[in-house]
């Protein structure tokens, strides 16, 4: 039946996903417990699922339907943010989580998956990849031999993989045609969940639902931009993971350039998915390529002490635990404009922000009377995490005689201007997939960009030896990522 | 702190107060101003006081105004005081605050109130008008209100002629002011538990012949008249039937019969409903909203509301 609403009401009524299964390979892994699970919750208590949704989960681990409910329901009581737990609500959610168990090397679990499909019956089915990056193309091969990844006349079959999206180009692009062999690209949804965040979605609605910034958005004003994500916290028991893929490949390859891409793309003709891809993609592309000789003036790496003595880390580590880049924009709107990016473990506090930092007043006009520079750039900062804001610091007379200037600050506050609750960014994202707008998700040409951007980075550090560790914990990073700043007469914001 | 209303003295208390707070020791960041509207609040009685602040109180995190609250008294003069609301969010060392002003006056005064307000309204920024209790539909000086605003929120339900009530709101639309019900904004949950159940393809719209709407309480209330208009208006081709029942008032159930088919939404609980559609059933929140909620709903809705229109014309 595909009658159109007579009740529709979008100004007051949320958008709201269409009949599907959702299968969770990784069911009972972290991110299921802790972002999954959660979200799909509460959007079925903010009414946005429908009655006949379903959830299939698959994990090693054998579970009934009911011991599988149990574990979410536990998961949900102590995950859930913001939110209240309603035990009827999740009663009636939970009538429709169903568990099969299998190893995924078994092509047999791909029969009982497909079988069990059949049974639920729902029209359409989302697959989301929440497994060891290792296994994405192990599914996918098994979805397509068992002939349950093609999607079907009123049903779409769609995929949903988790970064790391490959561990360098190569890997991504080998990874893509894999996939590719089962699922379109238009079914498939690569996630980075800082795509999902509202304070990143913000930057496009800052940038281009107003008339006054745009016009300044370019080298001609810009000096330059500063995109942090530090955390405080170390690698808190996913040692082995992270020995892996450190942090260049972890935040910089996957989220920050993505968010740097928000930043500096050029305005799409229309808000449509492809649309705001086709310039994110173009923006990626057009970072310049580091040379091999310039990759150690342009990128520093960095180790906490105590890294080494994680448990699952080897005792000689190389694994980057921060590491801090500057990219160039090679096009006519930033040519010239350093773009600073870092990000790191066990630094002074959790903090994700872009600084813009614009050129000071072409003449000093008001002299300094305390031997300080007589003005300071004004600096815009939008805010993703914490405190989803943005900032903007501008010179201002203090008050008395004389003509002392002085920074202050004008503040947004997302949270205080708009204080209803922000649905978390998996929500957004699952929403997303399910009606098929990937707007917010990466595309393919998008990845092989970012991996590109970084390739030069990491074929160096590879045949490199660094004298890890090289920063204290709680410290900004190593001394090295501040004279890569000070190089080009800049240093990092540090507050 | 109060002054005489004159425009220019609350505006100058407006200025102390801020400075106060800036001041205070407790706000060593200092305090973020916040303003994206002003709120015109038509109080009834003194006894509301208490209720009209904690209701500003929790609609100021999520639309932060300058509230100006009007509010009858007789036998007093008119009089005026300014009030900040503050809060701290989660995680943040800067208190974010919103300014208030309110104005008592003797009803004879009140029409006279008018006039003060203009100098007192943001500039820049929409006006909203809330008219709380059934004095709206009555009072010409509430009426003289009318003319401020960018939007007027009434609620029906209180008022003491619903009918009445309804050609008052019917003409403003008319005359092109854009006009809210918070006895519609309390049907937005049905609204949607009914509305999902076309979004699902459970039923064929054009199958449906008959519905059937529950309420409680006694009279016709404007609840149920809105509802059956926006059903008439979803489903030309059905009859549609109200029934009261000797229950809470509000909606309790809405049945729609199509061929064989029967979709039930009846509420289980002062929290839930249950949807019931062919052999499934399943339960939805359904918590009963407060004035509050009702109040973020409308206020996140300063444009046209087509649908709402169409109900009401």
Known sequence: MNVANPFADPLRFD????????????????????????????????????????????????????????????????????SPFDEDIWTSFARNLYFTAGDLNDPELFSKIGAKLGELCRPNVLYYLSTQPSYYGTVVDGLGAAGIGESRPGGWRRIVIEKPFGHDLESARELDTRIHKVFPEEEVYRIDHYLGKEAVQNILAFRFGNGIFEPLW????????????????????????????????????????????????????????????????????????????????????????????????????????????????????????????????RMPKRTTDI??????????????????????????????????????????????????????????????????????????????AMVGDATLYTRQDMVEASWRAVQPVLDDWASRRFDFPNYEPGSWGPAEADAMLARNGHRWRNS | MSVAVQPEKILRELRELWDELGRAEETPGGVLRACAMTLLVAAEEQGEAEQVRKTLGVL?????????????????????????????????????????????????????????????????????????????????????????????????????????????????RARGRRVADLTWTRLTGWREVLSQLFDDGVLDPDAVASVRIVHGGSGASTCALYLTKWIEQGLPGARVMVESASDEPGIRAITLLGGSAEVSIRRTGPSCVEARAGGRSYRTPLPPVTEEALMREELSILGPDSVFDRVLA
């Not at chain 1, 999954?36 to 959007?43: F, G, N, Q, V």
């Open chain 1, 218 to 345: 370019n080298r001609r004003y810009v000096n330059h931009v500063q995109i942090t994500a530090s955390e405080s916290i170390g690698v808190e028991g996913r040692g082995a993971y992270y020995q892996e893929a450190g942090a260049l490949r972890d935040m910089i390859q996957n989220h920050l350039l993505q968010v740097m891409a928000t930043v500096a793309m050029e305005p799409s003709a229309v808000f449509e998915p492809d649309a705001v891809r086709d310039e994110r993609a173009k923006l990626l592309r057009s970072i310049k390529i580091m040379k091999p000789e310039e990759v150690p003036l342009h990128a520093v790496a960095g180790q906490y002490r105590g890294f080494r003595q994680e448990p699952g880390v080897d005792a000689a580590s190389q694994t980057d635990t921060f590491t801090a880049a500057t990219f160039y924009v090679d096009n006519w709107r930033w040519a010239g404009v350093p773009f600073y990016v870092r990000s790191g473990k």
């Open chain 1, 355 to 432: 600084a813009i930092q614009f050129n000071t007043a072409p003449h000093a006009l008001f002299a300094s009377q305390d031997g300080g520079p007589p003005t300071r750039p004004n600096l815009l900062i939008l805010r993703i995490q914490p405190e989803e804001g943005i900032s903007l610091r501008f010179m201002s007379k203090q008050p008395g005689s004389g003509m002392r200037l002085r920074p202050v600050s004008m503040d947004f506050n997302y949270g205080s201007s708009f204080g209803e609750r922000s649905p978390s960014a998996y929500e957004t994202l699952l929403v997303d």
């Open chain 2, 60 to 172: 100021m995190h999520d639309h932060p105004s300058r509230a100006i609250v009007l509010r009858s008294q007789e036998g007093s003069g008119v009089e005026a005081r300014v009030f900040a609301e503050c809060w701290m969010p989660f995680g943040r060392h800067q208190q974010i605050c919103a300014e208030g002003i309110e104005i008592t006056a003797g009803g004879a005064e009140l029409s006279e109130v008018v006039h003060v307000l203009l100098p007192l309204m943001v500039p820049d920024l929409p006006v909203v008008l809330w008219c709380r209790g059934g004095r709206a539909f009555t009072d010409p000086a509430i009426e003289a209100l009318f003319p401020l605003a960018d939007k007027i929120i009434f609620d029906s339900a209180a008022a003491s002629d619903a009918k009445a009530a309804l050609q008052l709101l019917r003409s403003l």
């Open chain 1, 15 to 82: 958008r709201r996903v269409p009949e599907c299964t959702v299968v969770i390979f990784g069911a009972n892994g972290d991110l299921t417990k802790r972002k999954l699970m959660p979200a799909l919750y509460r959007l079925a208590y903010e009414r946005r699922l429908p009655a006949s949704f379903a959830i299939l989960g698959n994990s090693r681990t054998p579970l009934s339907d009911d011991a599988f409910r149990d574990k979410m329901h536990e998961a949900v009581k102590r995950f859930l943010e913001d």
